[in-house]
């Protein structure tokens, strides 16, 4: 079973900020934080990943809670095309290779002109 | 240009008759796998790789054969497909100092 819990869906009007919300309670101290999107039957595509501290790309922002217990992914002004679904994962990371990812169902987040 | 690539993307069969799936990267990654995705069941992972010669088998991986006899190819084969294997099938890999996984455009596979 997936480590995470996002809401089912979300709106967001285009131009504005969407934020995706994930719980993930039971994160072990090694693990990150990735987050993914797939559009319309795509490969996942990566969009950015943490460990404690907010990390910031040219995609999006992510901020991790103190406790590390939740997480909010930040696209700071949404366009049509990000209309997809954002997974939040928990992973752990071993002797530099990457490991496995448990995707849950995800958000769909559907940005609205 | 960093990419997976997946062949064929779209393949229709019938039920028994082999079929492999090619898998390939061009980044010098040691790990690789291969999801399904069904609908309401979202992507579950089939089998993986950490390196050459090494395989093991992910959450979903009955009626699924894999190899890695070569660093950047990655087939999967299906030896007696079944119409349940009818999925959409990714391919993935990733290693080194890169924390990002890199998925390939996708196989449609239908098996009738």
């Known amino acids: 079973d997936a480590k995470t819990t996002q809401p089912t869906s979300m709106d967001c009007a285009e131009g504005r900020a969407a934020n995706l919300p994930c719980n993930h309670s039971?994160?072990?101290?090694?693990?990150?934080v990735y987050w993914y999107r797939q559009i319309h039957s795509q490969g996942p595509q990566y969009i950015i990943h943490?460990?404690?501290n907010n990390e910031t790309n040219e995609m999006a922002s992510l901020i991790i809670t103190e406790d590390r217990k939740s997480s909010t992914l930040i696209l700071p002004h949404a366009t049509l095309r990000d209309t997809a679904v954002y997974y939040c994962?928990?992973?752990?990371?071993?002797?530099?290779?990457?490991?496995?990812?448990?995707f849950g169902t995800g958000t769909l987040l559907a940005v609205q002109p | 240009e960093a990419q997976v690539t997946q062949n064929p993307r779209y393949l229709i069969t019938v039920t028994g008759k082999k079929l492999t799936v090619t898998c390939s990267q061009n980044?010098?990654?040691?790990?690789m796998s291969w999801y399904r995705q069904d609908p309401g069941l979202g992507l579950r992972q089939i089998y993986y790789?950490?390196?050459?010669?090494?395989?093991d088998k992910g959450d979903v991986p009955e009626g699924y054969k894999v190899s890695r006899k070569e660093k950047r190819n990655f087939p999967l084969i299906l030896e007696s497909p079944s119409p349940n294997q009818t999925s959409l099938y990714f391919c993935?890999?990733?290693?080194?100092?890169?924390?990002?996984?890199?998925f390939g455009p996708g196989t449609r596979l239908t098996v009738t």
């Open positions: 993935a890999s990733g290693g080194g100092n890169d924390y990002e996984q890199y």
């Open positions: 039971t994160i072990s101290g090694n693990e990150y």
């Open positions: 943490g460990l404690k």
């Open positions: 994962i928990v992973s752990a990371r071993y002797g530099g290779a990457t490991n496995k990812l448990i």
């Open positions: 980044m010098n990654h040691e790990y």
């Open positions: 790789s950490m390196n050459v010669e090494v395989t």
